[in-house]
């Protein structure tokens, strides 16, 4: 799986937009962009995730490159209980039997959402 | 909508004494993935199960370490022999296939004195 870069901290004001970028230069043609963020002391949560076209839902925008060699996610109006750690995951599609998928998990970027 | 559960939330322990965690996914999920977690760091892969068969391990899962799904349901991860640095957050995750989604449960935290 490709690794993927993350600004190790950032900040944001409450009610503005977070923009948190991921660099994953080395991503192949079947590798997916995935999105978790983890609240501290929680298990990780899911955002979303997408492979070529920008993806929405209720939590978040996801913005891929046209090379697809990095990508941003958007939290449009960050509250206070977005404060987490984001992690940016890179993830092949392909279904192997023996190889269950697992998610590799970098160090993240840790958002904190100011009043 | 019932979650992943994980069970105990909280675990401590002596050194050398053994340990049994529990976990149960998310229902008609047939992948389990085990993850641990220590402080600072993002979760590492440790094992994963398709129904009962557990068809990955990684290097980290030592001797000391077994986890089971005997009925494709429910996991145990047990850890023998404690020691300080199995200290960390054991999280759980399911999915219903491979490739999709894993959804993860809030973990046991673990501290071995």
């Known amino acids: 799986d490709a690794k993927t870069t993350q600004p190790t901290s950032m900040d944001c004001a409450e009610g503005r937009a977070a923009n948190l970028p991921c660099n994953h230069s080395t991503i192949s043609g079947n590798e997916y962009v995935y999105w978790y963020r983890q609240i501290h002391s929680q298990g990780p949560q899911y955002i979303i995730h997408?492979?070529?076209n920008n993806e929405t839902n209720e939590m978040a925008s996801l913005i891929i490159t046209e090379d697809r060699k990095s990508s941003t996610l958007i939290l449009p109006h960050a509250t206070l209980r977005d404060t987490a750690v984001y992690y940016c995951i890179v993830r092949e599609a392909r279904k192997v039997r023996n190889q269950g998928g697992k998610l590799i998990f970098g160090q993240g970027t840790e958002l904190s959402v100011k009043p | 909508d019932t979650g992943v559960s994980q069970d105990p939330r909280h675990k401590i322990t002596k050194r050398g004494q053994n340990v049994t965690f529990r976990c149960d996914p998310i229902?008609?999920?047939?992948?389990l993935y085990w993850y641990r977690q220590t402080l600072g760091q993002g979760p590492e892969f440790l094992t994963y199960?398709?129904?009962?068969?557990?068809?990955?391990k990684s290097r980290l899962l030592s001797d000391r370490f077994s986890a089971e799904r005997p009925k494709g349901s429910f996991s145990t991860l047990e850890i023998q022999r404690t020691e300080q640095g199995d200290s960390a957050m054991y999280l759980c995750?399911?999915?219903?296939?491979?490739?999709?989604?894993?959804?993860f449960g809030p973990g046991t935290r673990l501290t071995v004195l």
């Open positions: 199960f398709q129904n009962e068969a557990q068809l990955e």
């Open positions: 229902s008609e999920h047939n992948r």
């Open positions: 997408g492979l070529k």
């Open positions: 995750a399911s999915s219903p296939k491979i490739a999709d989604t894993q959804y």
